[in-house]
Every structure is written in C-alpha cells, then in structure tokens.
C-alpha cells in the first residue's frame, strides 16, 4: 500500500499515510463518505473485498455536508487528464461555472449520485461545466469499463489516478466543489447528493 503511494511521489505519500494515521479505513469510514487513500490502496492491493461498481449501493442523501468556508479560493493546481487524453487544471475551465465531482468506482455513495449528476450535467449544459474527476489509482483500468456500463449522456471520464486533486483538498468521496466563471470557489459538499433536484439546482446557480 505505502509503495502505491510512493508512485504518486514523495508530498503524497506523506500525505496519503498522514490521513492512514488519522485512523480512517474502509470499514470505519461513515458509509456516504470513503477516505480516498485507504479505499484505494485496499481496493488496488485486493486485501479486502466488497462490492463491484454495479453492485454498490446506498443513499445518495444521507449526511451531506455543505461548506462555505472556501468561498473565493482558487482551487489546486494539480494536472488530471481529459477524457481526449491531454492533461488538463481546474484553470483550464475558466470562463463558465465549473462543478467538479471527485468519485471513485468502489465508492458505493458515488456511484449511487452519479446518475444525478449525469442528468444535471445534460440540464445545464452550455451554463455550467460538470466534470466528474475519478480518484481511481488503476486509471482507466477501472473507469472506462464502468462508463461503458452506466451509460451516461453526458459525463465524460476523468482521470486523477495520482489522487493529485483528492489530496489537495484533502478530501474523503464524494466531494463536489463549484466554482464560479473567475474560477473561485462558491462551495463544496462532502458526501453523496441528488443532483438533479431543485434544491440542486438553487445550489449550483449561485455560481452565475
């Protein structure tokens, strides 16, 4: 586990073992929320078992978190990868409200809101950029079978198989984070959501 971390260099895996320590694991992570490093490095070196992306279930509404103490921060400058291959920062997205969601395919609460930031991706589209950034360590191994099998209209893969973004924000999955035209945070919500509802909805328009 540690020499996955490794790979993605020597601030993550400080990082990476630091949120370890903090004593989070799959198993004692509350179930809308997974911490990113200890799912993965279980899910990449098969120490555990559970349940396959298509099987993973679990509300996408329990215990949301909405956090406005970012307001105005421009986000983290970590390269992820578009779905064309290039790699791209949050940067590159300025110009139009962007709603970032961090996910990972053994994220049972993930995968259960996917759906609904699907649909909202199609609502909005041409208003607000909806991305959907996986945090899986094996990359495209994992995503790209499991978009082939959700069959979204409008959400495209996205890479950050270095948990470049996960780290910076230090954050456990789902994590959602808006961002207005400028590029500076609106809010972020911890924990899975329905998207495609009107409180959803009143939500992401405060980045307009």
């Known amino acids: 586990m540690f020499n996955s971390l490794l790979k993605s260099g020597p601030i993550a895996a400080v990082m990476g073992m630091g949120l370890l320590v903090a004593g989070c694991d799959r198993k004692s992570s509350a179930p809308e929320q997974a911490n990113v490093v200890t799912a993965n490095a279980v899910s990449a070196d098969e120490v555990a078992s559970g ?6 279930t679990g509300p996408a509404t329990s215990t949301e978190k909405l956090d406005r103490s970012h307001k105005g921060e421009t986000g983290p400058t970590v390269a992820f990868t578009a779905p064309d ?14 709603l970032l969601n961090m996910w990972a395919t053994w994220c049972a609460p993930c995968v259960a809101e996917m759906p609904t930031l ?14 959907a950034v996986s945090q899986d360590l094996q990359g495209a191994e994992k995503v790209t079978p499991f978009f ?6 409008t959400l495209k893969p996205y890479l950050d198989p270095k948990l470049g973004l996960s780290l910076a924000y230090q954050a456990n999955l789902p994590t959602t984070v808006l961002y207005d035209s400028a590029g500076k945070e609106v809010w972020r919500m911890t924990g899975g959501y329905e998207w495609n509802t009107p409180a959803a909805a009143k939500l992401v328009a405060e980045a307009s």
């Open 51 to 56: 349940p396959a992306p298509d099987e993973a």
């Open 85 to 98: 291959g290039k790699s791209v920062t949050l940067a590159s997205f300025k110009g139009k409200p962007l």
């Open 118 to 131: 699907d649909a909202t991706a199609k609502s909005m589209a041409g208003k607000v950029q909806v991305i």
């Open 148 to 153: 082939a099998a959700k069959k979204f209209t």
